[in-house]
């Protein structure tokens, strides 16, 4: 299996030349550029379509969401390459701003070295990582917007204690096992692969295939959006 390639946009120094090495030191990711600006990431992206780009959100001459935006204005067929947001910020409207631009991940740049590859896997895999410190701000402005589709898009006014019909309807075809109730409880909370594992005691390889069936039976692309949708059917509270 080639490694996941990334490209890190980020102008802090220590910080990138530091997460820089961090990554090098796993085989299965691999940095094939680096900028301390917008504009030259882009460029970057542009020549190398990488896999996943970690992006600053505090970038000198381009913001973090504008570059998302770039990327993900490329025509559906001709995308690669998922975003993963880097931020020292929770700020809530810098959050949503950033989903909404069509950010893959969010990551606080605290976030330790494990974390991040598992971000950077999770991303890769077309399902969102969501830094446990800014997941409280997504869940709880899903759960006040109702939006089926992430964080984008025209909010809807379903009430979560009101179950949807059309996810009831999913759910009753679909059911799912106790386990992946338990996973998808632990979806909602934020907590990430690795956490799960630890709290059910099973193999990061079990919660991922837990994680992969969960999104089937929900037909959701990402965990954000499973999160969403079993909190609008009342699966989980």
């Not at 381009?62 to 998922?82: N, S, V």
């Not at 402005?141 to 984008?152: E, L, M, P, S, Y």
Request: charged share 25%; net charge negative.
């Amino acid at each position: 299996m080639n490694p996941i390639s990334v490209v890190l946009i980020e102008d802090h120094d220590l910080t990138r030349v530091g997460m820089r090495m961090s990554l090098q030191q796993h085989s299965d990711v691999s940095v094939v550029g680096e900028a301390a600006t917008g504009t030259e990431g882009l460029k970057l992206v542009e020549t190398h379509q990488p896999d996943v780009a970690i992006v600053d959100i505090g970038l000198p001459d381009i913001d973090g969401i504008e570059i998302t935006r770039r990327i993900k204005e490329q025509p559906a067929d001709d995308r690669k390459t998922r975003v993963l947001i880097l931020t020292l910020r929770d700020n809530e409207q810098i959050v949503l701003a950033a989903f909404g631009a069509g950010a893959d991940s969010y990551c606080m740049k605290d976030v330790s070295s494990n974390n991040l590859i598992e971000a950077i896997q999770v991303t890769h895999e077309g399902n969102s990582w969501i830094d446990p410190a800014i997941a409280g701000v997504v869940l709880q402005k899903t759960r006040q917007t109702g939006a089926v589709n992430g964080i984008g898009g025209e909010p809807e006014t379903v009430k979560i204690s009101a179950a949807a019909p059309e996810y009831n309807q999913i759910i009753e075809a679909y059911p799912l096992t106790e386990r992946e109730l338990e996973v998808l409880q632990l979806i909602v909370e934020g907590c990430s692969n690795a956490v799960i594992a630890e709290r059910l005691y099973i193999t990061v390889g079990t919660v991922k295939t837990h994680v992969r069936n969960i999104l089937n039976k929900l037909c959701a692309d990402d965990r954000t959006q499973a999160a969403v949708r079993a909190l609008r059917s009342g699966l989980v509270h």
